[in-house]
């Protein structure tokens, strides 16, 4: 490699790669073999975390910058004046050994801009996934982008070769896409999407009758929503999301808060704050849909399309339900526990696990570390509920706001402040 | 009340389990190797590890356990906490005289002093796979210098043979001056002294292999241009990777 020029290749795209904000790398059953190098097996690992808090577990980069599009939300997009880049697939090879075999990294994320045609873009990328397989005998995890228009034999060959495949639907409905990228349609991220869930399906099936047979994208597939970019609501979010996870086995759906990058008109003006409130209220809705048994009817409706900011969407829906409560955590089901706020789902399965001994007071729930401050106006133990029978919803949200410190709470507060 | 004096390992902590019983010793307090000051007046036993001892109190523990319950009350052992011997007592003689499995009694305290135990180890254990940073020899050796919490190399080794099969690995607990070695086949024990001083260009020029300062300058190059300077978060980043470990994270060494 010649140094600095693959030192200012990195810098530039990595730097172009950051906006899209997966970096899982759990899930998939890519064992170590033949004594080769890597392990993908499992849980994922976050090597390190940057100052912005997020997580590093791949190397994340773009294997150019060059694009033929101009989204308007897109750092790279063809008429912005930035400096452009491209490795070659020896260098993303060497980057993605030397990383990894330092500990640095669990694995590759490989996306790219648009060069030349779609399926050119996509052979490069296939072929560097192929290459570390097959040459290198690497064995950790790979999530390449599947970039639409590709034809199907080339998607084939990346499921083969990659752990995880992403095609990003980027604006959450059609009108936000023909707004900013009026050359896209939705239609052509959602035929790669379909496609790609019928081959991982029909391989699963496959692998059941026949365990030799080869696996496919065994992390599954994911996209990415940009928020707060355009105008959609939270309910046409997560009903799209919804979509994706019901119609097209998504394994996740990530939702990016717009960081402001350009002078366009169309977009939040640079210097607009990033809606970090906003993007961890859709992640929080998208894990009770995920794992707590919630309808996103249930979270978010027409009469209420948008998440509170200032209060948890479970809490929003137990304080929208107070007549489902209190529940006696002796008693009640899984479900219904994982329902009440400040019970998260593991201390939900404690709880059924731990009143098999004994009946479960107050302070055993404190011990078991559950946020009792909160949960205590849900639950139906004789003696606290008795002073808090009688709260309404509205009583019981300022409690509860006023013993939470967030960080947020300047942004929220409805009092003048004095001094 | 009885000091049991034992050698610090699992086997010798398991012997003395079984000697608590066989002399019906009441009201014990473990030590380590020496018997600890503070107790001078009270009396001694010296436990030797005895390997068919440990081995009827491990199957007596392995019996009322599930697989998972008996590798967590294995991990709990490396968490280091001063008080761990005592802890892992109380959960044993609990489990032992209960008819059925208790694991999931997690309002009784034996229980739950043990699962906090089990999460230290295995936080740090996790913690370890993802901040174990390997520098590459001129003799191609991969070798890291780690200062965890808890004791928790016994606990890691096998994540690290497994990812790295084909490359030979050290991995050096500073705080504990010992290190698991793999030679391609098989991992080991080793004692040595490793220099303080390892961060040093001076020091790296000399051992390391001359990709090394560059890979770790593109690392650090990576690890700065993924960060988004707009949504800047430095508690989140503090919370993740807490100071202590950062003398041992080429990434947040400045660049030499």
Same mark, same amino acid.
């Given at each position: 490699?010649?140094?600095?020029?693959?030192?200012?290749?990195?810098?530039?795209?990595?730097?172009?790669?950051?906006?899209?904000?997966?970096?899982?790398?759990?899930?998939?059953?890519?064992?170590?073999?033949?004594?080769?190098?890597?392990?993908?097996?499992?849980?994922?690992?976050?090597?390190?975390?940057?100052?912005?808090?997020?997580?590093?577990?791949?190397?994340?980069?773009?294997?150019?910058?060059?694009?033929?599009?101009?989204?308007?939300?897109?750092?790279?997009?063809?008429?912005?004046?930035?400096?452009?880049?491209?490795?070659?697939?020896?260098?993303?090879?060497?980057?993605?050994?030397?990383?990894?075999?330092?500990?640095?990294?669990?694995?590759?994320?490989?996306?790219?801009?648009?060069?030349?045609?779609?399926?050119?873009?996509?052979?490069?990328?296939?072929?560097?996934?192929?290459?570390?397989?097959?040459?290198?005998?690497?064995?950790?995890?790979?999530?390449?982008?599947?970039?639409?228009?590709?034809?199907?034999?080339?998607?084939?060959?990346?499921?083969?070769?990659?752990?995880?495949?992403?095609?990003?639907?980027?604006?959450?409905?059609?009108?936000?896409?023909?707004?900013?990228?009026?050359?896209?349609?939705?239609?052509?991220?959602?035929?790669?999407?379909?496609?790609?869930?019928?081959?991982?399906?029909?391989?699963?099936?496959?692998?059941?009758?026949?365990?030799?047979?080869?696996?496919?994208?065994?992390?599954?597939?994911?996209?990415?929503?940009?928020?707060?970019?355009?105008?959609?609501?939270?309910?046409?979010?997560?009903?799209?999301?919804?979509?994706?996870?019901?119609?097209?086995?998504?394994?996740?759906?990530?939702?990016?808060?717009?960081?402001?990058?350009?002078?366009?008109?169309?977009?939040?003006?640079?210097?607009?704050?990033?809606?970090?409130?906003?993007?961890?209220?859709?992640?929080?809705?998208?894990?009770?849909?995920?794992?707590?048994?919630?309808?996103?009817?249930?979270?978010?409706?027409?009469?209420?399309?948008?998440?509170?900011?200032?209060?948890?969407?479970?809490?929003?829906?137990?304080?929208?339900?107070?007549?489902?409560?209190?529940?006696?955590?002796?008693?009640?089901?899984?479900?219904?526990?994982?329902?009440?706020?400040?019970?998260?789902?593991?201390?939900?399965?404690?709880?059924?696990?731990?009143?098999?001994?004994?009946?479960?007071?107050?302070?055993?729930?404190?011990?078991?570390?559950?946020?009792?401050?909160?949960?205590?106006?849900?639950?139906?133990?004789?003696?606290?509920?008795?002073?808090?029978?009688?709260?309404?919803?509205?009583?019981?949200?300022?409690?509860?706001?006023?013993?939470?410190?967030?960080?947020?709470?300047?942004?929220?507060?409805?009092?003048?402040?004095?001094? | 009340?009885? @000091?049991?004096?034992?050698?610090?390992?699992?086997?010798?902590?398991?012997?003395?389990?079984?000697?608590?019983?066989?002399?019906?010793?009441?009201?014990?307090?473990?030590?380590?190797?020496?018997?600890?000051?503070?107790?001078?007046?009270?009396?001694?036993?010296?436990?030797?590890?005895?390997?068919?001892?440990?081995?009827?109190?491990?199957?007596?523990?392995?019996?009322?356990?599930?697989?998972?319950?008996?590798?967590?009350?294995?991990?709990?052992?490396?968490?280091?906490?001063?008080?761990?011997?005592?802890?892992?007592? @109380?959960?044993?003689?609990?489990?032992?005289?209960?008819?059925?499995?208790?694991?999931?009694?997690?309002?009784?305290?034996?229980?739950?002093?043990?699962?906090?135990?089990?999460?230290?180890?295995?936080?740090?254990?996790?913690?370890?796979?993802?901040?174990?940073?390997?520098?590459?020899?001129?003799?191609?050796?991969?070798?890291?210098?780690?200062? =965890?919490?808890?004791?928790?190399?016994?606990?890691?080794?096998?994540?690290?043979?497994?990812?790295?099969?084909?490359?030979?690995?050290?991995?050096?607990?500073?705080?504990?001056?010992?290190?698991?070695?793999?030679?391609?086949?098989?991992?080991?024990?080793?004692?040595? @002294?490793?220099?303080?001083?390892?961060?040093?260009?001076?020091?790296?020029?000399?051992?390391?292999?001359? @990709?090394?300062?560059?890979?770790?300058?593109?690392?650090?190059?990576?690890?700065?241009?993924?960060?988004?300077?707009?949504?800047?978060?430095?508690?989140?980043?503090?919370?993740?990777? =807490?100071?202590?470990?950062?003398?041992?994270?080429?990434?947040?060494? =400045?660049?030499?």
């Amino acid at each position: 490699m010649v140094h600095e020029r693959v030192m200012e290749k990195l810098a530039i795209l990595a730097d172009a790669a950051k906006y899209d904000v997966s970096c899982s790398s759990s899930g998939s059953k890519r064992e170590n073999k033949d004594k080769g190098l890597g392990d993908a097996k499992g849980y994922g690992i976050c090597h390190a975390y940057t100052e912005d808090g997020r997580c590093v577990s791949l190397l994340k980069i773009l294997l150019t910058n060059h694009c033929i599009f101009d989204c308007a939300y897109c750092v790279s997009r063809k008429s912005n004046d930035i400096k452009r880049a491209a490795f070659t697939v020896q260098e993303v090879v060497d980057l993605t050994i030397g990383f990894y075999r330092r500990n640095y990294i669990e694995g590759l994320f490989l996306s790219s801009g648009i060069f030349d045609n779609p399926d050119y873009t996509m052979e490069r990328l296939v072929r560097i996934a192929k290459k570390l397989r097959l040459e290198e005998n690497f064995n950790g995890y790979i999530h390449l982008k599947a970039i639409p228009g590709a034809s199907d034999e080339l998607m084939k060959q990346a499921g083969i070769y990659a752990d995880r495949l992403s095609v990003n639907v980027e604006m959450p409905t059609e009108q936000s896409l023909k707004l900013l990228a009026p050359d896209k349609n939705h239609i052509d991220v959602i035929k790669p999407m379909e496609y790609l869930k019928n081959e991982i399906v029909g391989h699963k099936e496959e692998k059941k009758l026949n365990y030799k047979a080869p696996i496919f994208a065994p992390a599954g597939q994911s996209t990415q929503m940009v928020i707060g970019a355009t105008k959609e609501s939270d309910l046409e979010i997560l009903g799209m999301a919804d979509y994706f996870y019901e119609k097209m086995n998504m394994k996740r759906v990530y939702y990016s808060g717009y960081v402001p990058i350009s002078y366009d008109s169309r977009l939040p003006a640079i210097g607009t704050p990033v809606p970090i409130i906003r993007e961890n209220r859709l992640y929080q809705a998208d894990w009770l849909v995920r794992f707590y048994g919630f309808k996103v009817n249930e979270i978010v409706g027409l009469n209420q399309p948008n998440l509170d900011l200032d209060i948890d969407p479970k809490l929003g829906w137990a304080l929208r339900n107070l007549n489902q409560f209190p529940v006696d955590v002796n008693t009640a089901d899984l479900e219904l526990i994982k329902r009440i706020p400040g019970i998260g789902y593991l201390s939900a399965k404690k709880i059924v696990a731990a009143r098999q001994f004994k009946k479960l007071f107050p302070d055993d729930l404190k011990k078991l570390g559950i946020a009792y401050t909160r949960a205590k106006y849900f639950l139906a133990f004789a003696t606290p509920f008795q002073l808090q029978r009688d709260l309404t919803s509205i009583q019981i949200k300022d409690q509860i706001l006023n013993l939470q410190k967030s960080k947020y709470k300047n942004d929220f507060s409805n009092q003048l402040a004095l001094f | 009340m009885i @000091q049991v004096i034992y050698d610090g390992t699992f086997e010798g902590w398991l012997t003395a389990v079984f000697e608590i019983y066989e002399y019906k010793f009441e009201d014990v307090v473990f030590a380590k190797n020496e018997a600890s000051a503070t107790l001078l007046f009270s009396t001694h036993h010296h436990v030797m590890t005895d390997e068919e001892k440990a081995n009827r109190v491990l199957s007596g523990i392995k019996k009322r356990l599930s697989a998972g319950g008996f590798s967590d009350f294995y991990k709990a052992f490396f968490s280091d906490l001063d008080e761990i011997e005592q802890i892992m007592f @109380q959960f044993t003689k609990y489990a032992l005289a209960s008819p059925k499995n208790i694991e999931g009694d997690f309002s009784n305290s034996a229980v739950w002093d043990l699962r906090k135990a089990t999460r230290l180890t295995r936080r740090e254990a996790h913690r370890m796979e993802a901040f174990v940073r390997f520098k590459l020899t001129k003799d191609k050796l991969y070798y890291a210098i780690v200062e =965890p919490d808890c004791n928790v190399l016994p606990v890691i080794e096998n994540h690290f043979k497994k990812r790295y099969a084909d490359q030979r690995w050290l991995i050096y607990d500073a705080k504990r001056k010992y290190g698991i070695y793999y030679d391609l086949e098989n991992v080991s024990t080793i004692e040595l @002294q490793f220099n303080a001083n390892s961060n040093s260009s001076k020091f790296l020029a000399e051992i390391c292999d001359e @990709q090394e300062e560059f890979y770790q300058n593109l690392w650090r190059c990576f690890f700065k241009s993924v960060n988004i300077e707009s949504r800047k978060n430095m508690k989140l980043h503090m919370q993740h990777m =807490p100071k202590r470990y950062w003398k041992n994270l080429t990434e947040k060494i =400045p660049q030499i």
